[in-house]
């Protein structure tokens, strides 16, 4: 089975859109993360859900769990509106890699390799012109989860 045959449409999000609207997507979509494109859907990044998260918690309670606590509910309810004026590219860490790529001609063997060599939920699948391998200039055909990937690869076993 091919890449090609394992992407699925999936949705996408700018760099220059609200990270409030990403959290919605990845929310409403119950998403692991969302791919993040810039231009004409060129794979620019991964964000991941508990990137958002993380983004939310006030640092002094990630330092100090035991904080958490003494947040009450109406505080808690309101945690998104620090995700309101944000930018994608903003939530996004500074030395964030590259989202993986997979060529639209490989195995679900070499999806599995490259999904786990990135660590990452998700993996673009991006049908390059003839002889490059290269992201840019080429179509996003879509994304393969981890959980889409494991459902085929379980399926043949």
Known sequence: ???????????????????????????????????????????RAVLPASQLVRLLVPGYVIEDPSLAA???????????????????????????????VADAEDTAVEVAALMARARSPLVAVVERPPGSRAAAGGRLL???TASNLLHRLLGDA
Do not use: S
């Not at 409030?20 to 231009?39: M, N, Q, S, T």
């Not at 509106?81 to 590259?98: N, Y």
């Open 1 to 43: 089975m091919r890449a090609r045959d394992l992407a699925e449409p999936f949705p996408t999000v700018g760099l220059d859109d609200q990270a409030l609207d990403a959290a919605r997507l990845l929310a409403e979509h119950r998403l692991p993360g969302v791919l993040v494109v810039d231009g004409p859907a060129t794979p």
């Open 70 to 100: 003494v947040i009450d509910e109406a505080h808690a309810d309101r945690l998104c509106e620090e995700l309101i004026g944000v930018r994608v590219r903003e939530c996004l860490p500074k030395d964030a890699p590259p989202p993986p």
């Open 142 to 144: 879509g994304v393969i």
